[in-house]
């Protein structure tokens, strides 16, 4: 890493000098593949001694299911996380994806050839291991295999990911490996839960699935962050920033209606929150008000948490979350106004200009000390998106709110109640400059049974980063894609 130049931003994210990551990782790499080379033995042995496991009568298990074979001699097939050498014993930590069990190979048991198989085993070599399912000698409530015999499926090259801990760069240059890791898996997992319950709670509430388009002829949420693709004959399209605008024609055939899917920005932006894709759920509803649309938001991110907690404490212990803090998020939401934000946020030393977006220190500053999500209110017009409502008390202000996650993680919701009225939605667009003609359709919207209703955006990335409790939101997508980086 040395010969690399760093610049090293606001908030402490390292930039790389372009082109220069490849090069250093492969030093990596081949240092790494050294530490793991171990116990070599010939091709051609390996073949004649790795003979196929009779799976016959017996039944495949997942680690995850393991209570139930206590006693029973079952098969398992997954990869080796971690192995250790002691005489005529071997402790392979099994994975699965499901989850990891130690499995002990006791030379007399496995016999001496199958022995010498498993002392060529490498780190992440897939593998079927036959075993006996015991309780772990040592924890309670685990359990442990006695290997009674083994088959490599593949034996993995030396593996690049060694034990200690290597950069953020090189763990992302090997992301496609990296994701196997303990942390890795558990934040996958949490993903998973999230987007689930999401999904479960809008179905509950009434709200259809309706997919919005990803090409698009026009902007969102701004001009200024989006990513062009040129469209045959018909020029320029835009990659969606957010499925809401076609959200709002859904309801007027569907009632409720929310998308799910991954979204664009172009920001440069180079902080542990901003993705240039990411995946966002839009939810919106008809005849719902500014008020009924905060109690959904609440409701959904309440019902996100119980269910996080109800299913991953494994995965929330395994990345060391607080998890007593977390469950004190399930409790009802706070509120302040945008003006008397900024009002505190000055109070404490704060920079923030009026009428201007909060800096990530500002939305530290505001959530640092609470325990449950706060909706910010009532924004100015300025500085939110055309489609907002005005507030009928201020028309200054906007009927929209975003709600920001406790501890710290800042805004995870951006939502609003639209403007419906027809004449009202064009005067703000001309205010913005905005190209009318690839809009028509959306303000046709107006003209054909308009009727008052709101709707929000929740980011599934920072969702996941709060209540795993991790930092920078790069981890919580498979394959993160940031300004430095589309590889792998
Ligand atoms: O606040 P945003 O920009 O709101 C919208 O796009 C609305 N059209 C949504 C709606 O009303 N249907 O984005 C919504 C959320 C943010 O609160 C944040 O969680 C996430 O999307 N988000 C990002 N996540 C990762 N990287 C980025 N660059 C993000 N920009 C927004
Ligand atoms: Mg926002």
Known sequence: MGRKKKIIDENNIIKKKKGTDRITDKVAYKRASKRSFQNKISKEKIQTINTNIQEADMKTVLVKDLNKYLGEEIILKGWVKNIRFSGRLI?????????????????????????????????????????????????????????????????AHNYPIAKKDHGPEFLLEYRHLWLRSSKQNALMKIRHTCYFAICEFLNENGFYRFDSPILTPNACEGSTTLFEVPYFDEGTAYLSQSGQLYLEAGIMSLGRVYDFGPVFRAEKSKTRKHLTEFWMMDAEAAFVEYEENLQIQEGLVRYIIQTVLNKNIKELEILERNIEQLKKADAPFKRMNYVDAVNYLKTRGSKIANKSDFGANDEVMLTEHLSVPIFIEKWPKEIKAFYMKRDPNNENFVLGADLLAPEGYGEIIGGSQREDDYALLIERMNEEKMDLESLQWFTDLRKYGSVPHSGFGIGLERLVAWISGTAHIRETIPFPRMIYRIYP
């Open 91 to 155: 402790f392979i930590i099994f994975r699965d994806g499901t989850g990891e069990v130690q499995c002990v190979a006791f030379k007399p048991d496995l016999g001496d050839e199958k022995f010498i198989l498993a002392k060529a085993l490498t780190l992440e070599s897939s593998l079927i291991i036959k075993g006996v399912t015991q309780k772990h000698e040592k924890k309670e409530d685990e359990f442990e295999i006695n290997v009674t015999d083994i088959q490599i499926i593949q034996l």
